[in-house]
């Protein structure tokens, strides 16, 4: 008996044929044109309304909400209406089961790509206007979105298999350190600045108290020094350039104060100096 499935080393030979011009064509040529008849996989068990809405020109209440977000009243019409795209996607764009597999709504990562895409493919017609949008977008991004299936549907095991694989339990669930994430989302910061002692070390803590004042909890002490480093004032002059008739200097300062203010000084025989109002800038 022959499998539906479309194994993984198949799937590059078909992709070649995805978008292939006139391939594309004919499709299109063979795709029924009539209001009455229905594309994708029938579904009997649709209710009318959900039919009716999905063919209407508005968008079903639910397209457009986050999946996980659905009313549970809207649900089943969402898995429907969910199921009906994928079907027309599958039969206008040829996509093999290596793409989609008959069991993608049994994996939540496959159906999350396809409701988004269901939603963009609706987006960029909503205007009904010509425009780039389908060529830019759309197109664009269902590529993407193939290869990322199919990555999905390999890491699945479930074409390999041919039959749909369940994952282990506990898959994609993370052993967190409760202990450790809840001293982590329990933690709170604050700055406080504090001068330092004239003289000696000034010993600093934090602590927590209750709302009658009593501590609970306090943290080792730090010790603050006081600062001994040399804060008298300081000049230096470097050479900047030299020249056959003059020199360029420079001079910096710092540890001064605001009543502080710089002169130059000249000297012939470096004992007796006389003061000169700088005349450059800083």
Same mark, same amino acid.
């Given at each position: ?26 499709e299109v040529a063979e795709t029924p044109t009539s209001d009455d008849e229905a594309i994708g996989t029938p ?17 079903? *209440?639910?397209?457009? #909400?986050?999946?996980? &977000?659905? =009313? ?8 429907? $209406? /969910? ?16 793409v989609v597999p008959p069991c993608w709504y049994k994996h939540p990562d496959i159906t999350a790509e396809l ?71 329990? *933690?709170?910061?604050? #700055?406080?600045?504090? &001068?330092? =002692? ?8 934090? $602590? /927590? ?74």
């Open positions: 008996m022959s499998s539906n499935w479309v194994a993984d080393e198949d799937l590059d030979e078909i992709e070649d044929e995805l978008f292939d011009d006139d391939g594309f064509n004919d579904l009997p068990y649709l209710d009318q309304e959900v039919a009716e809405e999905l063919i209407s020109e508005s968008p079903p *209440t639910w397209l457009g #909400t986050r999946w996980r &977000d659905i =009313p549970k009243a809207d649900q089943a019409d969402a898995w429907n $209406g /969910l199921r009906t795209w994928v079907d027309w996607l599958i039969r206008e764009y040829r996509l093999p089961t290596a409701y988004a895409a269901m939603n963009m493919e609706y987006k960029v017609w909503e205007e009904q206007e010509p425009s780039l949008s389908p060529m830019m977008f759309w197109h664009t991004n269902l590529q993407q979105m193939i290869h990322r299936l199919r990555d999905a549907v390999t890491n699945a095991g479930c074409v390999s298999g041919g039959q749909h694989r369940d994952e282990s339990p506990g898959a994609h669930e993370l052993d967190y350190d409760e202990a450790d994430w809840n001293q982590q989302v329990t *933690t709170a910061h604050s #700055t406080e600045q504090f &001068d330092r =002692p004239d003289q000696g070390v000034l010993y600093v803590r934090a $602590g /927590l108290v209750d709302t009658n004042g009593e501590t609970v909890a306090h943290s080792e002490p730090v010790g603050i020094k006081h600062h001994e480093a040399d804060q008298s004032p300081n000049v230096e002059i470097e050479y900047l350039s030299t020249t056959s008739h003059y020199n360029t200097l420079q001079v910096h300062w710092s540890n001064y104060s605001k009543a502080h203010r710089l002169t130059w000084e000249t000297s012939l025989d470096g004992q007796t100096w006389e003061q000169h109002e700088p005349k450059g800038t800083r």
